[in-house]
């Protein structure tokens, strides 16, 4: 269970890896490590597929520490990691033909406390409204990538339009969402 001493811990910790402090921050990931493997391993089929996802949980972090807003909660933004990293090797699996109790996985959430502040929800609807109002290629380009999953060569090849433009499209409509959405973005 974690509790709001070990999320104020935490994020601490993650101030102090940010700062640089290199031995701080190994031991921040070895001490989450344990809490997100066991978060996996009651959420995935499988131990091997737990412990990938941890991998997985641990390389997101390290690639995107620098997103971690010190002024707010440590746990919510892990949480937020765990959560897409478990829907990734749900996918990976259901796309291998993999048997997978979606409805099951798909209440994640740690033991205890808020684990999502009102400020973080989306309304679904005006998440819909917001895709609505991307301009045509953007629009095409996200619904291709990322609602449909296909890949860069499928969506190039259904739509007509280069992997590179593809890529230009989809990063700016996902700036734009998070601009519009409130989250912020590049």
């Given at each position: 269970?974690?509790?709001?001493?070990?999320?104020?811990?935490?994020?601490?910790?993650?101030?102090?890896?940010?700062?640089?402090?290199?031995?701080?921050?190994?031991?921040?990931?070895?001490?989450i490590?344990?809490?997100?493997?066991?978060?996996?391993?009651?959420?995935?089929?499988?131990a091997?597929?737990?412990?990938d996802?941890?991998?997985d949980?641990?390389?997101?972090?390290?690639?995107?520490?620098?997103?971690y807003?010190?002024?707010?909660?440590?746990?919510?933004?892990?949480?937020?990691?765990?959560?897409?990293?478990?829907a990734d090797?749900?996918?990976?699996?259901?796309?291998?033909g993999?048997?997978?109790?979606l409805?099951?996985?798909?209440?994640?959430?740690?033991?205890?406390?808020?684990?999502?502040?009102a400020?973080?929800?989306?309304?679904a609807a005006?998440?819909?409204?917001?895709?609505?109002?991307?301009p045509p290629?953007?629009?095409?380009?996200?619904?291709?990538m990322?609602?449909?999953?296909?890949?860069?060569?499928?969506?190039?090849?259904?739509?007509?339009?280069?992997?590179?433009?593809?890529?230009?499209?989809?990063?700016?409509?996902?700036?734009?969402?998070?601009?519009t959405m409130?989250?912020?973005?590049?």
């Amino acid at each position: 269970m974690i509790d709001d001493d070990v999320d104020l811990r935490w994020a601490s910790a993650m101030r102090a890896a940010q700062a640089g402090d290199k031995a701080v921050y190994a031991a921040l990931l070895r001490e989450i490590s344990l809490v997100v493997a066991r978060y996996c391993r009651r959420r995935l089929p499988t131990a091997e597929d737990a412990d990938d996802t941890v991998q997985d949980v641990l390389i997101t972090i390290h690639k995107i520490r620098e997103t971690y807003d010190p002024a707010r909660p440590f746990r919510p933004w892990l949480v937020t990691i765990c959560r897409r990293r478990i829907a990734d090797r749900l996918r990976t699996l259901k796309r291998r033909g993999v048997h997978v109790d979606l409805d099951a996985a798909s209440e994640v959430t740690f033991d205890a406390g808020v684990t999502n502040d009102a400020e973080g929800r989306m309304n679904a609807a005006d998440l819909r409204a917001a895709i609505a109002a991307l301009p045509p290629g953007q629009r095409q380009a996200l619904e291709m990538m990322k609602l449909k999953e296909m890949s860069l060569a499928e969506a190039s090849a259904a739509s007509g339009v280069s992997v590179s433009a593809l890529k230009v499209a989809t990063h700016r409509a996902i700036a734009a969402l998070r601009r519009t959405m409130g989250g912020g973005g590049s």
